[in-house]
Nanobody
């Protein structure tokens, strides 16, 4: 069965850093585009970042560009999101997902990131 399990969330101060991980199993990790998606309190889903199978193509939302870095370790079947210069506006539940946008099919349960001012 396909599983995606996020970790690394928590409470961090404004300007701090955090690295999220998404451990996966049940599929050939290297064959899939992967995404980080977040949902802030009372708001809809926002695609934060997307990485293709070979790591040669990435996408970042304007709101995080220059601060966040997506990466993947195909040997470990793990997706990462390095988040620097965190702002209170980054507070959200962060999900990893297989695929991108409307082509996503499996999601993790999310990890909560809270950035205090």
């Amino acid at each position: 069965q396909v599983q995606l399990v996020e970790s690394g969330g928590g409470l961090v101060q404004n300007g701090g850093s955090l690295r999220l991980s998404c451990a996966t199993s049940g599929f050939t990790f290297s064959c899939y585009t992967l995404s980080w998606v977040r949902q802030a309190p009372g708001k809809g889903l926002e695609w934060v970042s997307v990485i293709n199978t070979g790591s040669g193509s990435t996408y970042y939302a304007d709101s995080v560009k220059g601060r966040f870095t997506i990466s993947r370790d195909n040997a470990k079947n793990t997706l990462y999101l390095q988040m620097n210069s965190l702002k209170p506006e980054d507070t959200a539940l962060y999900y990893c997902a297989r695929g991108s946008w409307m082509a996503t099919d499996y999601w993790g349960k999310g990890t909560l990131v809270t950035v205090s001012s």
